[in-house]
């Protein structure tokens, strides 16, 4: 089976810095796309970044939301499975559960798995 461990999340003061990891566990062959969402209280979860796998003639696609276009940079070590979040210039509006997830999930047996989730991780931003 597959787990997702998120680690990294805390408190953090406006315009400063917070890097969020997941660690994927199991017999990973691959993960097509990992990804951060971010569900804040009374509101709906979000998804605020993604990355997909490297291929033959891509390094992978990120995509952000509009809201941390420039400030969050999310990458992946493939050959940890982990994903990481880089969180730059926080705003109190950031403040709010992150999870990971991983989509596409191709286990060396062959079993392949779509749409885990992480337990989630506080982040607080605030003075």
């Known amino acids: 089976q597959v787990q997702l461990v998120e680690s990294g999340g805390g408190w953090v003061q406006p315009g400063g810095s917070l890097r969020l990891s997941c660690a994927a566990s199991?017999?990973?062959?691959?993960?097509?796309?990992m990804g951060w969402y971010r569900q804040a209280p009374g509101k709906e979860r979000e998804s605020v970044a993604s990355?997909?796998?490297?291929?033959?003639?891509?390094?992978?696609?990120?995509n952000y939301a509009d809201s941390v276009q420039g400030r969050f940079t999310i990458s992946r070590d493939n050959a940890k499975n982990t994903v990481y979040l880089q969180m730059d210039s926080p705003k109190p509006d950031d403040t709010a559960v992150y999870y990971c997830?991983?989509?596409?999930?191709?286990?060396?047996?062959?079993?392949?798995?779509?749409?885990?989730w992480g337990q989630g991780t506080q982040v607080t931003v605030s003075v």
């Open positions: 997830n991983a989509d596409g999930i191709l286990l060396r047996s062959g079993n392949y798995y779509r749409n885990y």
């Open positions: 199991g017999d990973i062959f691959g993960i097509h796309i």
């Open positions: 990355l997909t796998s490297k291929s033959r003639t891509s390094n992978g696609t990120a």
